[in-house]
């Protein structure tokens, strides 16, 4: 059997052996991410490789060039072991910035579980979780890229993996990236993992169905109804965790297929529903999911943003990791850019694709149409990244979903675009948004930028707050009960929303 020796991002070096004509993408289990599941059509799945492997597929030499293909530079996607072979995973790409902080209202714990208890957020990128004891103490936290991600970037495609009979594998994953969480936390805590009794996991419904291994088919098509919105504590033949194998696992209420449990989490922690003023939640992702909180009603919805704001569909896009390009400034005719860790340049993530469209605008270096005025392909950030024009279009489709959302949601609620006394941005993403930048390119309509706030992982919060005080619980379940869902997918509002959102506001 071929070996293959991989040097992975940190510089440990690992073998295995793996049948004759493996796809590379499967021997590497999990090394890799692949964005757009595998298809050959996103480019992300790189490596460089040295040894036995399959000739080029057409597909590689398009979306990496000749030169890259010359350095040994692969995709993983579309190439096979076909004899002994060294693997480099791709440094610049591997370690993802991943905030786990989120606020919580002050509360007295009267906690849900004996021992200790954890909470976690599945979220379709990233994976994050908090551990506590009886005090209410945080004894640790931990975060880790979704391991599913090598499945897919979204939701649509693991979804379509399940159903081609890869439910086991894409629950398995999961859970073993719930288990290793756990197992970091109890090594920080000093406690064995087997002593957390209670774990709270929330994520959006896809993520739920499958984590517990459910037929997801009823989320695939038209109706779009869940079978299940949880709300319940998993049956032990449904879910366990090997880590914790004695633990009863909440999963908190979701809304409906396309608006989770994180919602409900969120509505928990950032507790908009419990004042008189209107509000506005958005949970920022690969999915926007947004609430509307408006004279003691509460609608929902879901509008799909596509992986853009993880750099999946960017032509030098990455997530939030060292080397990535995550503020770009224009001062006196010039422009500058930093990237996390000061590290040198290698792709430009969601935040510093927001700042990029906005400096644009303000440079006129695009027009309000997002057509670059010059009539070049492409803008160099930096002598390594660039962005191009079909980069600007993807931006433009990703923003106008979400601003359209929201202004379709103000609409069904009876409110303006002027309306809501205070707009919340959930989610890891929103934390490292810049929320002029983003005003300024209608991800959100510019009137709410006064009233605009951050409030960082609002899901794994929400769920922090139903582990340590079991009131938290039913709240999230009486809002899941009492929210009304609007459908964009139906809505002739959302359509022209959506059209007239394409643009960009000048700043
Ligand atoms: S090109 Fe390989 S995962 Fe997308």
Not at 305 to 313: L, M, Q, R, Y
Request: glycine share 10%.
């Amino acid at each position: 059997m071929p070996q293959i020796t991989i040097h992975d991002a940190a510089g440990a070096v690992s073998v295995r052996k793996v049948p004759r004509g493996t796809l590379l993408l499967h021997a590497l289990d999990g090394g890799v991410e692949a964005p757009c599941g595998g298809h050959g059509r996103c480019g992300k799945c790189r490596v460089t490789v040295q040894g036995a492997l399959s000739s080029p597929d057409p597909r590689e030499t398009s979306l990496l060039g000749a030169a890259a293909l010359r350095r040994g530079v692969r995709l993983a996607c579309l190439t096979t072991v076909e004899g002994d072979c060294t693997v480099t995973l791709g440094a610049d790409r591997a370690v993802q910035v991943i905030r786990s902080d989120g606020t919580m209202p002050a509360f007295a714990p009267e906690p849900i579980f004996e021992k200790y208890g954890a909470a976690v957020d599945i979220g379709t990128t990233t994976l994050a979780a908090r551990l506590y004891d009886r005090s209410g103490a945080l004894l640790a936290q931990a975060a880790a890229p979704n391991p599913q991600r090598t499945y897919g970037a979204d939701v649509i495609t693991r979804t379509e993996k399940s159903l081609a009979g890869e439910r086991e594998s894409l629950a398995r994953c999961i859970r073993d990236g719930i288990d290793s969480l756990l197992r970091q936390m109890s090594a920080q805590a000093g406690i064995p993992p087997e002593a957390v009794d209670t774990v709270v996991l929330t994520g959006n419904t896809a993520m739920l169905y499958l984590l517990t291994a459910r037929d997801v088919d009823c989320l695939s098509h038209a109706p779009f109804l869940a079978d299940e919105l949880f709300g319940r504590y998993a049956e032990p033949e449904e879910l366990r965790l090997s880590a914790a194998p004695k633990a009863r696992l909440y999963l908190p209420r979701c809304i409906s297929a396309f608006v989770g449990a994180d919602i409900t989490s969120a509505l928990v922690s950032s507790q908009i529903c419990t004042r008189d003023e209107s509000a506005l939640l958005a949970d920022i992702g690969t999915n926007g999911e947004l609430a509307l909180w408006h004279k003691g009603r509460l609608l929902c919805c879901s509008t799909a943003a596509g992986p853009v704001f993880e750099g999946a569909t960017i032509s030098q896009g990455m997530q939030a990791g060292p080397g990535a390009i995550h503020r770009v400034a224009y001062e006196n005719g010039k422009i500058s850019c930093r990237t996390i860790e000061s590290a040198p340049a290698a792709g430009i993530c969601g935040s510093g694709l927001i700042d990029a469209a906005a400096v644009f605008l303000r440079a006129g270096i695009i027009d309000e149409t997002g057509a670059f005025t010059d009539e070049e392909d492409a803008y160099p950030l930096t002598p390594e990244v660039s962005l191009t024009q079909k980069d600007i279009r993807m931006l433009q489709l990703a923003k106008s979903a979400i601003c359209a959302g929201m202004l379709t949601l103000l609409e069904a609620g009876g409110l303006s675009a002027e309306g809501p006394a205070r707009l919340v941005i959930a989610g890891g993403f929103g934390s490292f948004l810049d929320l002029h930048s983003a005003a300024c390119i209608g991800l959100y309509p510019p009137t709410l930028e006064s009233r605009a706030r951050a409030i960082g992982n609002a899901a794994l919060a929400g769920a922090s707050m139903m582990l340590l005080r079991g009131q938290y619980r039913q709240q999230a379940a009486a809002l899941a009960e009492q929210a009304e869902t609007v459908d964009l997918s139906a809505s002739p509002v959302f359509r022209e929303n959506y059209v007239e959102c394409m643009g960009f506001e000048t700043p």
